[in-house]
């Protein structure tokens, strides 16, 4: 069973310019969650899908940051314009269920905005 | 709100050496704890958890026993090898879908 898969393993862009992560869950995995380390500290959460819905986005930074669950598979995370605090390490995890269930997670992408 | 609070690395050990990591946490209710593992170029993985107070997980050597009195969930190795050098994440999560990390301790074993 392939695991969580994220794409680009690293991205390197300028201060002003859009970036896009992408996230594959485990396939049958409804939950879907994306996950922030900044500058090596605590991985904070950023939100929550259930199949295509956002159930919880209380983490987003603010407006700059756009996710996306098309058709409730795979999932995007638009950073647009970046900024040189957006930088850190994303992370990206699935779940059969939400609660207590274990979450699986991703390589993460490295972000880094110069 | 909910924390967890864990020992600052990075911490550097010779082959064989006794391990502890130290984590500490404050929530509301009876949150269930975990330790993950990222090797390095590789994601996160659970390496142990533990749903109730009392409760001892282990996997690969580690453990982590759940203290409720002290809020407390270290982690400790007897003897640790070169390819247990990685970053190690002490979780909680309080019966919702967020984990709630730890800074992350580096973990560096010499030969």
Redesign the interface.
Known sequence: EAGVTQFPSHSVIEKGQTVTLRCDPISGHDNLYWYRRVMGKEIKFLLHFVKESKQDESGMPNNRFLAERTGGTYSTLKVQPAELEDSGVYFCASSLAAGRNEQFFGPGTRLTVL | GDS?TQMEGPVTLSEEAFLTINCTYTATGYP?LFW?VQYP??????LL?A?KADDKGSNKGFEATYRKETTSFHLEKGSVQVSDSAVY?C?L?S??????????TRLKVLA
Request: proline share 0%.
């Open positions: 967890v269930s993950y170029g590789e994601g996160l993985q659970l958890k749903t994440f979780a999560t019966g919702t879908y967020k984990y709630i990390f730890g800074t992350g």
